[in-house]
């Protein structure tokens, strides 16, 4: 079948460009032609000088925006002394280009791309496991090549052809098998990239304010604490300024710090009380969607809660091995049973308030005694008798405890709630991209 012959045509459609017909498809390479790419490893780049600058494709993977615009990104340089002279002029990335990367361990991942949109002049190569690939005769506008390469039906051919195990990789080859789709109209790529990249701009903005708002809850918990060597916060509620000074205390002071009794794998099934493991607990610590694989029967619930007792609102579990340090405060109505040792219990008895340990517990002084001088660890472990002796600073008075922790939990309530923002304009992006898009039936 000719390919270049078959059409399509997107559900949502500007009325200005009803009447202009069906979406054209060609193959990859009668759209993009590839460019030669160098092969630098990070040893042989630098932040500092240079006269030549080089896309590394783990950029592509976890920095780069979409439409890359090299006055708002940071880029490695050549290292001067490494030799770029047999490097021919057409092979330097030129506006309108995609960058692609050819390998990744995520099948999401694979085939992940950047559109070159501002140069500002600079000298930019593509380098190791990447394919630069170059508009032909101007068929794709600039800025509409990058939200085309993130429709479904582009990603849903890319992956159709990644190849490998561990690692997924892409050719040249296997790129040229993929069908391009786009309006012939130039001012119909551009008016679909310019809605596109409006809403990816809010996005942005929107995702500044959070960054915003997680460095003032940062700095309210440097100001509400004290600092490590202190007895009191910087800061402290005026109706408790004449109080004493804050105690040091153990977590075993307040808490009977345990684990579940043992579950036998022979014990999991498909369907009944959830059973939790580091994994879930992850998810729930972020309030995040997850569907748990392991369940646990009713009868042998019941038993174990009789017999050692289950958790209980206002009790927190710490992941201690893998994701490290990981905090859960069990909410009323929750009910689970989860995997012992791996996750460590914290019964919750008396003299505290469980809202205010849980923000205690993300303070510098808790987090350096999990993880020492790091600030954050995905090796090591968290022992049950290591959390018992873990130290932390609380003001006498439970009303200074409620009045810090009601302060916290009102700039995580923010914070949520701009989490949701972007959340719903990114499903609001997805949804536009599937109706500006063609469905990919036919392809």
Not at 135 to 159: A, C, D
Not at 228 to 257: A, H, L, M, Y
Not at 335 to 341: I, L, S
Not at 346 to 366: E, P, Q, R
Request: aromatic share 12%; charged share 30%; with cysteine.
């Amino acid at each position: 079948m000719n390919k270049e012959k078959q059409k399509l045509v997107p559900e949502l459609r500007f009325p200005e460009f009803k009447n202009d017909g069906d979406w054209t498809i060609e193959p990859f390479n009668e759209v993009y032609s590839f460019k030669i790419t160098n092969s630098f490893s990070r040893d042989k780049l630098n932040y500092e000088n240079g006269t030549v600058k080089n896309i590394h494709y783990g950029d592509i993977h976890t920095k780069f925006s979409t439409h890359f615009d090299i006055t708002k990104e940071n880029v490695p340089y050549i290292n001067p002394d490494i030799s770029i002279e047999r490097i021919d002029k057409e092979n330097y990335c030129e506006e309108g280009d995609l960058v692609i990367a050819d390998a990744s361990e995520d099948i999401d991942d694979i085939g992940k791309s950047i559109e070159i949109i501002n140069l500002n002049k600079e000298k930019l190569l593509a380098g190791l496991h990447t394919f630069l690939a170059r508009p032909i005769n101007s068929k794709i506008t600039i800025s509409f090549g990058g939200h085309l390469f993130k429709s479904e039906g582009i990603i849903i051919q890319i992956k159709k052809e990644a190849q490998g195990a561990k690692v997924l990789g892409i050719s040249k080859g296997r790129l040229a098998n993929l069908d391009i789709y786009y309006p012939e109209n130039e001012k119909e790529q551009q008016k679909i990239a310019n809605c596109l990249s409006s809403l990816d701009n809010l996005i942005t903005a929107e995702t500044e304010k959070l960054d915003c708002l997680k460095d003032h809850k940062k700095g309210l918990l440097q100001q509400l604490f004290p600092a490590i060597g202190e007895t009191k916060p910087q800061f402290r509620f005026s109706e408790f300024e004449n109080d004493e000074d804050w105690e040091e205390k153990c977590v075993n002071d307040f808490f009977e710090v345990g684990s579940s009794k043992r579950v036998l794998q022979k014990d999991w099934i498909k369907e009944g009380v959830p059973f939790y493991r580091t994994r879930e607990l992850v998810s729930l610590s972020k309030n995040e969607p997850f569907g748990s694989e392991i369940y646990i029967s009713e009868e042998l619930f019941l038993e174990l809660s009789k017999k050692y007792g289950i958790p209980k609102a206002g009790d927190f579990l710490v992941s201690g091995v893998g994701t490290l340090g990981i905090l859960y405060q069990v909410k009323e109505n929750d009910k689970f049973y989860f995997k012992d040792g791996n996750v460590i219990w914290f019964k919750l008895m008396s003299g505290i308030v469980s809202d205010y340990f849980k923000h205690c517990f993300h303070t510098k002084f808790f987090q350096k005694q999990i993880f020492g001088q790091s600030s954050a660890s995905t090796v090591g472990t968290y022992t049950i008798s290591n959390a018992r002796k873990t130290k932390f600073w609380k003001p006498i008075r439970k009303e200074e405890q409620q009045k810090i922790a009601n302060c916290l939990s009102s700039a995580d309530d923010l914070i949520e709630a701009q989490k949701n923002k972007i959340e719903t304009l990114y499903a609001h992006k997805k949804g536009l991209m599937q109706q500006m898009f063609p469905k990919t039936t036919n392809i």
